[in-house]
């Protein structure tokens, strides 16, 4: 039996990774499809799969609700509760399915597709040559908001994860390319990253999901969970101000980027107890958005979901200090 381990584990990557080739393939496929068609049709078949995948794919629903009311409670009916999840299921499609399009839009400038709110916040930055961060969830249209800055000349990076099937990525990241965004690596050197903001970049972070690695204890929606400690850490080596930014979707099919004012973060000059405060107040930021905008959210990732080896190293280093 032990000379079979190995033969099945390496079967069972060989079929995740044609598991992977095949839905990159038709990923792939789709969005080349989508791009040929106007953006108005695209938005309208994006909802019919949304109905479909609402009511024919049961984890929406089930993961999409159980998450709902673990962070709302009682506090909303019913009704309100599924009101929220069928347009952040919609919302999710649409994203999808505008995706292709960003490449054109950035080169008309968005024009008539989407519009400001708060660059007064960072108009003195441009003067100054000063570095920011723009904090985020994938909330709205997330994909739009750096090609959009960056289409008007504004020096915005994003962080992004790539994709496991290189094909897939590399479609994703020319698709981004194409649309002006300059793109890095989430596993990039934090150096790399610390000398563009020194050097007058906006760096753009979605921090809305449960890390694997790189995480702290918060509170989201009163509940503990795991977040990144991206945010804290760069502010840390930085000092660069901290701005909560979301790109909503208006009922007219427009969309509206928001750049909130700068986040008063905590420097005592104790790391570790600034990297937890600092996670948390960026956390709250990102609460705050989601709460005024439930229906734009990705409900159907497992942000509470348990880390062990997260838990096992933060009781660790509390244990020795309490030593």
């Not at 008063?264 to 107040?281: A, F, R, Y």
Request: proline fraction near 6%.
């Amino acid at each position: 039996m032990a000379q079979n381990l190995p033969l099945k584990f390496s079967m069972g990557k060989k079929t995740k990774k044609i598991k992977q080739k095949v839905i990159s393939y038709i990923a792939i496929s789709l969005l080349n499809f989508i791009k040929k068609i106007p953006l108005p049709l695209s938005r309208k078949i994006a909802i019919f799969f949304a109905f479909l995948s609402y009511y024919l794919y049961p984890r929406i629903r089930k993961d999409g609700l159980k998450h709902i009311e673990y962070a709302f409670g009682d506090t909303l009916t019913k009704y309100e509760k599924k009101k929220i999840l069928w347009n952040a299921t919609k919302n999710m499609f649409l994203v999808a399915f505008e995706f292709p399009y960003l490449p054109d839009l950035a080169e008309n400038k968005y024009n008539n597709i989407a519009s400001y709110k708060g660059v007064e916040y960072i108009e003195e930055y441009l003067k100054n040559k000063q570095g920011a961060l723009f904090i985020s969830a994938h909330l709205g249209n997330w994909e739009m908001m750096a090609s959009l800055m960056c289409s008007d000349g504004y020096p915005v990076a994003e962080i992004v994860r790539e994709f496991d099937e290189p094909d897939l990525n590399k479609f994703i990241d020319d698709i981004r390319t194409k649309a002006k965004i300059k793109t890095i690596p989430k596993d990039r050197s934090a150096n790399e990253i610390v000398n563009l903001i020194k050097e007058g970049w906006f760096v753009g972070l979605l921090i809305d999901q449960s890390p694997r690695d790189n995480g702290a204890p918060v509170e989201f929606f009163g509940k503990p969970c795991w977040a990144t400690i991206g945010p804290a850490y760069l502010y840390a080596r930085t000092k660069a101000p901290v701005h909560p930014v979301c790109m909503l979707r208006n009922n007219d099919g427009t969309l509206l980027l928001e750049i909130l004012p700068p986040l008063t973060m905590v420097n005592s000059g104790n790391l570790q107890e600034d990297i937890l405060k600092n996670t948390q107040i960026c956390q709250s930021a990102i609460e705050d958005i989601i709460r005024k905008y439930p229906e734009q959210w990705l409900w159907f990732h497992r942000r509470w979901k348990e880390r062990d080896k997260l838990k096992a190293y933060w009781e660790k280093r509390t244990q020795k200090k309490q030593n």
